[in-house]
Structure formats: structure tokens, C-alpha cells
């Protein structure tokens, strides 16, 4: 591996130092977060739930289970409900412990392992979702080894998803269990819908949840709100969207408040997100009510469900590379972001949060950590953990933000990351997968990494990105290779202005989208880099279509419909034009992006004579990089480094 003159850096094999906490869980006094780190002599993911001192001082170990995660307090605050996994390869399974320490009891014992935890407002009942495997498979009910298995008879569109699998033998069904475990678990569902998001009404009679729109009963992409007696009983229509209702929550006055985007047909790429809200009802009828701006506001599913509170509801928003905790009036009429109160989270970004009474609580990511807790009172926020402190003692490079212009006028915004020493730097153009994603402000181990063997990482949020308004995001509309790429070479001149970097010496590399625009710029400004990797990509639309997971209606969304103009936005059509040297990089169990993407390029390359190579992952999927087997990641940091080393090597 590379090896420069620094004293401290990080490394490839430091990713066990990112410990990363999830959401917080919070009642009263008592403050929970599961706490994940990657263990490379297990070659997995472990950690426990941690009790967090809302006063200060060290957090302490809840529980020891191998990896436990996902933590519910009851709403009378005697218990904790959680996911367990034992390290076996087995699926989570729901465990319930008092809330004052002692032995956890098993509630659950699934083939397929249970979803998160929703308590009931009585405590009494926990409901949540788990795949039901059909019999013969899955190790389900006497199932052979996976290679005997039966066929699978598939007839729609939707039938498996990256990183989880076949969906048509496996539908996603609603349980609920007693908490003090009397009883299995019961299924409230059936069909194909793929319920999900469980909320309980106030007077616990029902449950609300998201679903496939009319029960699954066609290829659809739209969600809906379903309300399912909790003692059993046939799902109910709540909300028809306007395109997608997730992650709802019910108020203690009725009103379901929701996450949801409005998109018409086969159209929901780059839309903001919104929050809605509309009167608890059993017909369907009441018409939702969009509090936040279509155009400004784009909330952040990964940043977990909506919080109802005494002043408003709380909600995580994406904006230029942040993702703040704002505030949201009940009351509101499509709100701006402007008017929207600011909590948490300017400069960083909010993993998770939850509140009580008037405290709040928040998982926040920054530039060098990768998460902790934070007590928001007032207008302070008060850091409750240091889980990052390790990985810091190694050395993290502070991002520096880039603003330049496209050649049309368009305003673009970007990070760089600079090594230490004064230079001049190579320089490593890193782009974004998506392509409505975004770099920002929280810790990016591979920046870090690669900054910390000698190279100044540009990341740069084109047009496509998201957290900069609807238009920006949706003006790559069958346009992908034009303001986009615009876009991020700007970015590049930008920080190539500086004195401190190699103007001659820049390599350029991406993943997803970012492997597609990787290909893209090799083709078309190839002249300008030295080197290209290009991970995970998209490199042929015409067989996207018919072999992604989301092909179906993803490249139409993004590309249109006309074979010719699928063909022209492919970089595998210009492979031709390549000549510098190029990686190409995939996951053997890639089903976002087939394998297949990367043989073809990989194919056309070597049959054109340019210098390449390809590296498959066994095993993985799509997400390798953020969530692979810990192993493979510090193996693909290896490989990243060794190429870099020979293409663009940093100088003494």
C-alpha cells in the first residue's frame, strides 16, 4: 500500500474505528442508542444499546448482545423492545428488557428475523413487520439447500430489491405480539402489499401503515396509508397519496402527519419529499393537506419518522450537503425552508432524533465524526458522546467548501478534502452516486482516506443532486451528460485554481451514478484525467431495463423511452472514445446495477486495448461501500490505493 510521510493518517484498515450510533431512543431520563463498528477479525458488524447520561458524563453498555439495534422505551417507560442478531448469521429477532437493566426475554423466533419495534400506547403490545417466506424455502418448514430449491414463478414487475432478495416467495406481512410474551406472534396481513411503517392510533385499536396502492394487486410505484385492526380484520384505505405515504404518524387529536412525494405515472425520480397531513379516517375520503414546499423543502427518510411535539413536528430536511432537524407548524400551508425553525444540525447531518416533553435529542454526523449524541435545549446543543474520538486521534482532514459556475451562469457547490503538506496535490474528482444524493457535511471515511495517502478529493453536487431544490434535482430530465457534467467539471476548475493542487495530475472515479458519470468523462473530457475508476456503475441503459431491480421504470424516468436516446446516454456507446486507463469495479450480487454492466465495459475496454481491469466482489451487493462486510471494504480500500498508486502516484 501507499505510504507518504505523515505521522498520523487513516487507513484502510481504521473502518473499525467508525462507530456509528442509530436513532435515539427517549422517555424520561432514560436515553438509549445502538452503537454499530465494524469487526474485521469477525468480518462483521457488532455493538450494543448504550444508555446515554442526558446530565454528561460516559455512556455505559445497556445491553451485550453480539449486535443489538433499533431501541423502543414503552410509553409508561418501564420496558425497552430492540433487535437482536447473534452474530450466527441468523435475522434480528425482538427482545424486550425492563427499563432498569437485567435479562432480556425473546419475544420472536422467525425464519426471516422481525422488523423494528412500535410500541402500543398501553404498553401492552408491540406491532412490527417481518418477511413470511413461502414453505420449502429459506430454510423455512423443512427447505432444501438453496440451489434445490423449486423455481420461482415470477408475474410482475417488483419481484426482488438490492440487499434483501426475491420479494414474491418472501412478502413483507404485519405482526403484532404481546410484550410479556404470551403468545406467538400474530399476522394481521396477507398479499403482496408490503406493509410497512407501523403506527399505532392513540386508542390502539388500529394500525397505520404504508402500502403498495390497492393492496398490491398490480405493478404499481405508488404508497398509500392502510389502517389494520389491531385484533385482526381486513385492511382499511386512509390516504390515497398523490404518489407515495410513508412513514406515518398518528397524533394524539387524530391527524396522521406523513412523509410523501407527488409524482404522476411512472415518474417519482427527483422529487422532494414532503410532509403531509390529513384527518384519521376509515373511508378514504379526507383529502391530504402538504404543509412543506414542494420546491424548497425536501424531508429525509433516513433520518426516521416525523415527530409530534407540543410546538410542532419535527422532521429532518436536506439542504446543500446538510441535513437539518427543522420544525414544522401543524397549521402550515406549504411551507418554504426559510420558514421552517432550524433545531439541529447547520454543518452536519442528522442520522436520527427523537423527543419528550421539551427535550431533543439528535444522532448527528460532522465533518469528523461519524456520530453522536446531542441534547438540543434552547438554542444550544450540547455533545452527550464521543464515539469518534479514536478515529480522530488518526487524523481527520477538515473539508473546505468550493463554490464555482457552470458555463451557463448555474451557481455549483462542492467540497475538497486536502491532504496535509503544501503541494502541489494530486487530485482525485470523486462524483456522487443517485444521482439525487448529495456529498455534505457529515464524515466521509473514503475522502478521509484517500486525503490521508496524499491525494485532494473534489465532491462535487451537481445538478441531479438533492437537498438543492426540485428544479436542480429534476434539470438532468433526459439531459443526464450535459449540465450535470458541466457541473462537476466546475466544481473542478474551481478547486484547481488553487495553488496547492496539480492541475496535470487528476484522476477521476465514482460509483452508481458517479460510476456512470465516471464513464462519461472518460469518453468525453478524457483528455483531462489520468486515470478513471468506475465502481458499481451504470453503463448501458438498454439492459438496465430489463435486468436492475428498479430498471423497469427508473431508466424511463431518467432517460425516456427512445432505444436511440438510451443508447447515446450509455457510456458502454462512447467505451470506443476511452483511452486512459480504466477500472472497472462491481458486486458479484450487485441487483441495482447487474454485473453484467460491468462486464460489457469491461469487455469493450480490453477488446479496444485500453489498460484495464476487473474487480468483482463475491457476495455483495450495491451498498458494499457503506455497508459490505467489513472485510471487503478494507480490501476495496486496498485495491482503490494500489490503482491510484500506479496511475497517479503521490510524489515524495
Not at 420461482?152 to 412478502?171: A, E, Q
Request: net charge negative; with cysteine.
Amino acid at each position: 500500500m501507499l505510504t507518504v510521510g505523515y505521522g498520523r493518517r487513516v487507513r484502510p484498515e481504521d473502518i473499525q474505528l467508525l462507530t456509528a450510533p442509530g436513532a435515539p431512543a427517549l422517555r424520561g431520563d432514560l436515553l438509549l442508542v445502538g452503537v454499530s463498528t465494524p469487526d474485521l477479525e469477525a468480518d462483521a458488524y457488532r455493538g450494543g444499546l448504550h444508555r446515554v447520561p442526558l446530565a454528561g458524563g460516559p455512556a455505559a453498555e445497556f445491553t451485550r448482545g453480539y449486535r443489538d439495534l433499533a431501541p423502543a422505551v414503552s410509553p409508561d417507560g418501564s420496558r425497552v423492545a430492540f433487535l437482536r442478531a447473534d452474530g450466527k448469521g441468523s435475522s434480528p429477532q425482538l427482545w424486550v428488557i425492563p427499563a432498569t437493566g437485567g435479562e432480556a426475554r425473546r419475544l420472536t423466533d422467525l425464519p426471516l428475523g422481525a422488523g423494528a419495534p412500535v410500541w402500543s400506547p398501553d404498553s401492552t403490545r408491540l406491532a412490527f413487520t417481518a418477511r413470511v417466506p413461502e414453505p420449502g424455502r429459506y430454510g423455512f418448514d423443512g427447505a432444501p439447500d438453496a440451489a434445490a430449491e423449486a423455481p420461482r414463478r415470477i408475474t410482475n414487475l417488483d419481484f426482488r430489491i438490492d440487499d434483501v432478495g426475491f420479494l414474491v416467495d418472501r412478502p413483507s406481512q404485519l405482526f403484532v405480539v404481546d410484550a410479556d410474551g404470551d403468545g406467538l406472534p400474530r399476522a394481521l396481513t396477507t398479499g403482496m402489499a408490503e406493509p410497512c411503517d407501523p403506527a399505532w392510533t392513540p386508542d390502539g385499536a388500529h394500525l397505520v401503515v404504508s402500502a403498495k396502492r390497492d393492496w398490491g394487486v398490480a405493478d404499481t410505484l405508488n404508497t398509500d396509508l392502510y389502517a389494520v385492526p389491531a385484533d385482526g380484520g381486513s385492511p382499511v384505505l386512509v390516504v390515497r397519496s398523490e404518489g407515495t405515504a410513508d412513514l406515518p404518524v398518528v397524533t394524539a387529536d387524530n391527524i396522521v402527519v406523513y412523509f410523501g412525494e407527488a409524482f404522476p405515472g411512472t415518474s417519482p425520480v427527483a422529487r422532494n419529499l414532503g410532509l403531509w397531513a390529513v384527518p384519521f379516517g376509515l373511508d378514504g375520503a379526507a383529502a391530504p393537506r402538504r404543509l412543506t414546499d414542494q420546491e424548497t423543502v425536501d424531508c429525509e427518510r433516513a433520518a426516521g419518522r416525523p415527530v409530534v411535539t407540543g410546538a410542532g413536528v419535527l422532521v429532518g430536511v436536506r439542504n446543500r450537503g446538510a441535513v437539518e432537524l427543522r420544525r414544522v407548524s401543524p397549521d402550515a400551508d406549504r411551507a418554504t425552508l426559510s420558514e421552517l425553525a432550524l433545531i439541529a444540525g447547520e454543518q452536519a447531518q442528522v442520522k436520527g432524533f427523537a423527543a419528550d416533553g421539551d427535550r431533543i435529542v439528535c444522532t448527528l454526523s460532522t465533518w469528523d465524526s461519524a456520530g453522536d449524541v446531542v441534547l438540543v435545549s434552547g438554542d444550544e446543543t450540547v455533545q452527550l458522546t464521543d464515539y469518534s474520538a479514536p478515529l480522530r486521534a488518526k487524523g481527520l482532514r477538515q473539508p473546505v467548501e468550493i463554490k464555482g459556475s457552470s458555463p451557463d451562469g448555474y451557481a455549483t457547490h462542492g467540497w475538497l478534502v486536502l491532504p496535509e503538506g503544501e503541494g502541489p496535490h494530486p487530485v482525485l474528482l470523486s462524483v456522487h452516486g443517485g444521482p439525487f444524493m448529495y456529498y455534505g457535511w457529515g464524515l466521509f471515511d473514503e475522502a478521509q482516506v484517500y486525503a490521508a495517502a496524499g491525494y485532494a478529493v473534489v465532491l462535487p453536487n451537481p445538478r441531479g443532486s438533492a437537498g438543492y431544490g426540485e428544479s436542480h434535482g429534476r434539470a438532468i430530465i433526459e439531459a443526464m451528460g450535459t449540465v450535470d457534467a458541466d457541473d462537476v467539471l466546475s466544481v473542478l476548475d474551481a478547486a484547481l485554481e488553487r495553488p496547492d493542487l496539480d492541475a496535470t495530475r487528476v484522476g477521476v472515479m465514482g460509483g452508481s451514478y458517479g460510476g456512470w458519470m465516471t464513464g462519461w468523462l472518460a469518453s468525453h473530457h478524457g483528455e483531462r484525467f489520468t486515470a478513471a475508476w468506475s465502481e458499481r456503475a451504470v453503463n448501458a441503459w438498454d439492459s438496465f431495463v430489463g435486468t436492475s431491480d428498479i430498471g423497469w421504470w427508473f431508466a424511463e424516468a431518467y432517460c425516456g423511452t427512445d432505444p436511440e436516446a438510451l443508447l447515446a446516454s450509455s457510456p458502454l456507446t462512447h467505451a470506443d472514445k476511452i483511452t486512459i486507463p480504466f477500472a472497472v469495479v462491481h458486486s458479484e450480487h450487485d441487483w441495482r446495477c447487474p454485473v453484467e454492466q460491468a462486464q460489457r465495459m469491461y469487455v469493450a475496454l480490453k477488446r479496444n486495448g485500453v489498460e484495464t481491469e476487473l474487480l468483482l466482489f463475491p457476495g455483495e451487493g450495491h451498498e458494499l461501500t457503506r455497508s459490505g462486510k467489513p472485510n471487503h471494504r478494507r480490501q476495496r480500500f486496498d485495491a482503490v490505493l494500489d490503482w491510484w498508486n500506479r496511475h497517479l502516484p503521490v510524489k515524495p
